[in-house]
């Protein structure tokens, strides 16, 4: 089996309160400016995760719980305080409606620009473009700047953009929910068929009848942490219970 992604014993800490009173500074600059004044927590602490390609994984777990925060590092746009992150293939990720888009752009300027930052050449974008138009949908609006956008015609765009870089590693943030019942049927049916085509994919959602259809792993996280990593339908069970 060859891994596709293999996270190592990361951890992140965010800081938790951003604001201090007045009174605490001066206590804490009178200390000697002993000790850290912003107060931080542990969003992932310790996690290892190793997913082999071909696997479909969820990310499951509470609001809060990190499933985002690990997407994040698993796409590379956040890095960890310690561990490591490793990637093999080409790896596309939908984790913010929006990312990657310029608003001032057209929609055809931002196929291209999205496409170079999936690692696309020009020639590819330009072959695949009327493809990524045409599932997308977006019709006439492709030349009207996306700050015109609403968050499920950017959905459409940056779905049909991701799938048409043909990835090995296909990374889903909750994003699907804006999208209207007919296209996320789309965007199911092409996921599906990515996973049959025999490519990695994570998906974090708390749909879980839909999670249990298209994963067969399922990653439990709580406060930071694996809680379970097993069969899908018995972290949902554990999720439900
Ligand atoms: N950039 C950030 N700065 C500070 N705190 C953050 C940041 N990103 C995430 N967090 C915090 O880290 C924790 C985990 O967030 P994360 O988005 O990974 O949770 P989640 O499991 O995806 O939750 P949800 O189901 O609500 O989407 C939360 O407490 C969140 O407030």
């Known amino acids: 089996m060859v891994t596709a992604i293999e996270v190592s014993d ?13 009174k605490e500074a001066v206590v804490w600059l009178a200390k000697g400016r002993k000790g850290d004044l912003s107060e931080k927590f542990h969003a992932l602490k310790n ?16 609001n809060g719980s990190g499933k985002s925060t690990l997407l994040k590092h698993i796409s590379g746009v956040m890095l ?6 490793k990637t093999r293939g ?8 929006g990312a990657g888009f310029h608003p001032d752009l057209s929609g055809r300027d931002n196929v291209f620009l999205n496409g170079a930052i999936l690692g696309m050449t020009e020639q590819q974008i330009n072959d695949k473009f009327d493809d990524i138009v045409e599932f997308s949908e977006i019709g006439q609006f492709i030349d009207t700047e996306v700050k015109f956008y609403s968050s499920g015609m ?7 953009v991701a799938v048409h870089t043909d990835p090995e590693v296909f990374l889903i943030d909750e994003i ?5 019942e007919p296209f996320q049927r789309k965007c199911i049916d092409k996921i599906q068929e990515l996973a049959r085509d025999g490519k990695t994919l994570v998906v974090v959602s708390h749909d879980l009848d839909l999670v249990s259809r298209i994963c067969d792993r399922g990653i439990l996280m709580e406060h930071g942490n694996v809680k379970f990593d097993g069969p899908i339908h018995e972290a949902v069970s554990i999720l439900r219970a």
């Open 80 to 85: 960890p305080d310690t561990g490591t992150v």
């Open 47 to 62: 996690v290892s995760v190793e997913i082999d390609a071909g696997e479909t994984v969820a990310l499951l777990g509470l």
């Open 10 to 22: 990361i951890s992140k800490q965010f800081v938790l309160r951003h604001t201090r009173s007045l």
């Open 154 to 160: 950017y959905l459409r765009l940056a779905f049909s």
């Open 90 to 97: 080409r790896v596309a990720g939908l984790i913010e409606v």
């Open 176 to 180: 699907l929910a804006v999208g209207d």
